[in-house]
């Protein structure tokens, strides 16, 4: 994920796919988006505006795509989060560039906030 970010506003959308190879040749011929591999398992993609993600690092789920939300501060936002009665789905982790977690709001949805590498 490239850091582009604002402070608590969606950043990245990230698909879990079966094939980067089929969903760059789909997105890239039908919408013009281009791509930035890192890896077997992601690929960056832009559209000019908003940056996502391909990844075949965890299965399709159903109910679409991951939101990804960027905040300066990772562990103020996982404490206001929790403090607000979600509950976190998937602990901080690193990856190149950044640590991110994962939450479940209350309504059930899962979403991730990340922050760069400093």
Known sequence: MSHRGTDRQIDNIEFNVGDIARSKKFYG?????????????????????????????????PGGPLVILYADDLAETQRRIENAGATISRAVFSFPGGQRFHFIDPDGYELAVWSAAT
Do not use: K
């Open 29 to 61: 011929s039908v919408f013009g988006w281009t791509f930035t591999d890192y890896g077997p398992t992601y690929t960056e993609f832009t559209d000019g505006r908003l940056t996502g993600g391909f990844t075949t690092g965890e299965a399709v789920r």
